[in-house]
Structure formats: C-alpha cells, structure tokens
C-alpha cells in the first residue's frame, strides 16, 4: 500500500487552486428566471461593458435623427422596461437606421431596432414584441452567459460565415452585422442560439402582459418574419435578412405558443393598448428600403456617380467636386485629398501590374490586394517629390477606377493615410433599387375602399420588383388575404 505525503504545503497548494477555480467561475442567480447560471461578471462590469459597446455602436451604425419616431420608440420601450425583472437598469432604446429586418440588445439595458424591421411591423403591441424580446436578453443576461461559456467569440467569429454566404446577394444583407464595431453587438445580431430566444420570448411576452398589451403580439411578430423569410427564399430567391432575431422558431412554433400562452391573458374588461393611432402617425413617412445613411459615417458623406454607377464614402467633413467622369474631395483643413478617375481597360491585367506598368508608379510601400464588394484591385503608398500618396485601383466591369490620395500634412501621414484607404474600402456599384438622399421610397398610410385590390395597387406603386408580394408583406396580408373596407393599410410613395 502507498501512503500519500499530505504535507500542509500540499493541502495549502490544492486549497489555493480550488479556490482559484472558484473565483473565475461562479454561479449566479438569473434575475429574470430565478435559475442559477455560470457566469463570470459582475453586474457592475455588465454594465460598464454595455456603455463601453454601446459607444462602439453609436460610432459604427447610422442613427435615425427623427426625433418624434425615436422618442415614440423609447416610450414604448420604457413601458416594457419598468415592468421587467431589472427595472433598476437604465435603459436605452435606439432606432438604426438600416434596411435590414433585425434588432438586438447589449448587456447593462441598450436595445436597438432596425428602421427595416418597424417597416414592417403594424401595430404597437408588435413593436412592444420586438423590445420586450430584447429586454429578455438583457435581463436574462443572456450575453452574459455567453461570455461565461466562451460562446460570445465563437459566435462573433460565425458572423464572417453569414456575411461570405450572402455576398453573392445584396452587398447589404448581412454585411450590417460585420460594420457593427462591436463584439457584443454582431452576437447579438447573430442570435442567441434556440433556448435563450425561447427564453427571451416568454419573458417579452410576460412583460407586455404586464405593460397592457397582448402577448399574442410575439406570434404575430414572429410571423411577419417568416412570411418575410418565405419570400425571399422562394420568391426572390435571396437570403434572408434577419439572422438573429427570431431565427431560431419554426413557424408554428408549438414551444413558442405553449410559452406565451403560460403567461396568461388580460381580462376582456381589462383595458388594453390597442389603438393604433399613433403607432401610424409615427411610422408614416418611414423609408422604406435603402437610404442614404447605412452605416456610421455613410449618412454623413456618401457620394453617388450615377453616370458610371459607382458610389463611395469621403471622410467626414470633405467637400466634393465633380465632372462627368471625375470626382475630388479635400479636407477643410487641405491636409490631404482624394481623386478618383476612370479608364476603359485595354487588356487583362493583375492590379498590381496596372499601377507599375500603365500608371508608371514602382516601388510602392504598404501594398495589399483589394477585394470588396465582389470587386478586386490593389493598392499602396507611394512617394513624389517628398510627398505621400495613398494609391490604388479597383476594376468595376470593362472599367478600372484609380484612385489617388494626397497627403500633404506629413505630421499626421499616418492617420490621414488610414482616412484614405477606408474611403477607398467604400467603394461598390450602385446596387439595383437603391435610393438617393431625398429620393427613398416610405410609408404612407390610406383606408381602404370598398374596390381595393392588392394587384390594382401594386400596378401603381414605384416597387420596381415584386410590388404586390412587397406591400401584402408591409401589410401582414402575405401571400394571401385582403384588408376590410376602412382599415389602414400601408401604401408605398
């Protein structure tokens, strides 16, 4: 037999190490649920995390400046949050403003919710839905969890996945999720997986039941959603362009209905938000679709060249100058500027070759292959005279576009450079549809008349692709049905 050597330095060793293990990892109780969970966080660096993400958000995503619509969305989202399982938190609605059908949340009380998703939604009981959804995440600490389980990065490094798969679509579907600046953030756009947004779900439905509205307002959000889903995978055959939100039911989800039916119901006496008056005035206008702003500095400079169908980003603050086929822009403080110009391609050449043989520029510094947007090109820093210049070309078609970039304040060459080459990252083709500043299609709301007819207003309407199964869609009435004489229903202008 063996006898252990229990030296006390070997017990004082063991006892350290169990201890350790004890304080990286700890169990808490679920303020939402009452469970216990794992988790390794306080409720105080949950909250500084969330303000830290939060910034990187509001730095990276266009924000939707319509003061009245935002202000509508808090209030509803306050409602919701004062009758939660954390009505302690602070909380922070904010409306982005990007096509694409999403919205999500970050720890410590911050909801976010597309301008794509409210386009579809009709009434205020849905909208509640959608934030009472994301405020379950939030007091559920569902990222949390998953930054206890190491589940956050695995996630966030998926999210490159879902952008390759849909960028033989749309340039826009899914690329939101990476142009978010935030790790959280392109979690939460990515989904909490099938048991947090079940989760998520009943606890959304408990707090509208709380607030005065009606839980079966999940299942109808839940199926303005796949009846979205359905459409663009059968009809338009694209992806679909929400990832997180949602995803993860069925449609007639059996769970999902057994879960917000557990909750209960309000009396018929009871009384309850259902006029939807003003959930209407406040949508009324709501682009529908592209827009100018889709993403952070987007909605401040995005520049449109119709005649040669490319558009681009310039640094915020530059102005710009164009001819037909020529456009500058300059800093306010002429510290540096960027041209763009075009050639018809003569022969088939690597990038790199046509900067050193066509354009006579050799021994370039910082060089990398370009490939954005389904386009591909090269670039590098060049030196004439004693002066820096960003240069690069990109090939769009039987084009090559080149792109030169001054920098003349050699003091700040470093972050100047770096200015250039993320506005030259912006350039793309103008994408079928797209919409101008001033010229995006939105939301008009009408009653209907007794000779109404999905088909009679669709041969009117400026949808230039799939008119009618667009407006059943903004209506709830996808892929069939009608409204009744003098309901509301949303018209595209």
Not at 256 to 264: N, R
Not at 433 to 449: D, H, L, M, P, T
Request: net charge negative; with cysteine.
């Amino acid at each position: 037999m063996r006898i252990m050597n229990h030296t006390p330095q070997r017990i004082a060793l063991v006892g350290l190490l169990l201890t350790g293990s004890l304080l990286l990892t700890s169990c808490a109780v679920n303020p939402a649920t009452g469970q216990g969970n794992i988790v390794m966080m306080s409720e105080k660096r949950e909250l500084e995390i969330g303000k830290e993400e939060h910034d990187k958000v509001m730095q990276s995503s266009a924000v939707m400046t319509d003061e009245e619509l935002t202000s509508y969305v808090n209030e509803v989202g306050q409602r919701l949050a004062a009758v939660s399982h954390r009505s302690d938190l602070t909380y922070t609605f904010t409306v982005i403003d990007s096509p694409e059908i999403n919205a999500f949340a970050l720890p410590g009380g911050y909801v976010y919710v597309n301008r794509g998703l409210l386009a579809y939604l009709n009434t205020e009981a849905e909208l509640a839905a959608v934030l009472g959804h994301e405020i379950g995440h939030i007091t559920a600490r569902h990222a949390v969890q998953q930054q206890s389980s190491g589940k956050l990065a695995s996630i966030a490094a998926g999210v490159g996945g879902i952008v390759a798969a849909v960028a033989t679509g749309s340039g826009y579907i899914g690329s939101q999720i990476m142009d978010v600046g935030s790790l959280w953030a392109q979690a939460g756009l990515s989904g909490f997986g099938r048991e947090h947004e079940l989760e998520a779900d009943s606890l959304g439905a408990e707090y509208l039941l709380k607030a005065g509205y009606d839980p079966q307002a999940v299942i109808s959000v839940v199926t303005v959603l796949k009846n979205q889903e359905d459409f663009n995978t059968k009809v338009a055959n694209q992806q679909p362009s929400y990832h997180g939100l949602f995803a993860t039911h069925p449609r007639n989800d059996t769970r999902l209905q057994e879960a917000v039916a557990s909750v209960g119901a309000l009396p018929t006496t009871e009384a309850t938000l259902v006029d939807n008056q003003k959930f209407r005035e406040k949508m009324d206008g709501l682009i529908v679709g592209e827009s100018q702003a889709l993403t952070g500095s987007e909605a401040r400079n995005r520049y449109y060249q119709e005649l040669l169908g490319y558009t681009m980003v310039f640094p915020d603050g530059w102005t710009i100058a164009e001819t037909p086929t020529t456009v500058s822009a300059a800093g306010a403080e002429g510290d540096a500027g960027l041209r763009v110009e075009v050639q018809r391609m003569q022969e088939s050449i690597e990038p790199r070759l046509f900067i050193r043989d066509k354009l006579g520029i050799a021994n370039l510094q910082k060089t990398e292959d370009l490939s954005q947007f389904r386009l591909i090109g090269y670039t590098g820093v060049a030196n004439t005279n004693g002066t820096a210049q960003r240069v690069a070309v990109i090939y769009m078609g039987p084009r090559v576009f080149i792109f030169t970039g001054d920098i003349k304040d050699a003091t700040k060459q470093d972050e100047l450079d770096e200015q250039l080459l993320a506005s030259i990252r912006t350039f793309r083709a103008i994408q079928n549809n797209e919409r101008f500043a001033g010229n995006e299609s939105k939301i008009r709301y009408v009653q209907v008349g007794e000779d109404f007819s999905f088909p009679a207003l669709a041969r009117m309407s400026p949808i230039a692709n799939y008119p009618e199964e667009t407006l059943r869609l903004l209506n709830g009435y996808y892929p069939t049905g009608d409204p009744k004489p003098g309901e509301w229903i949303k018209i595209v202008e």
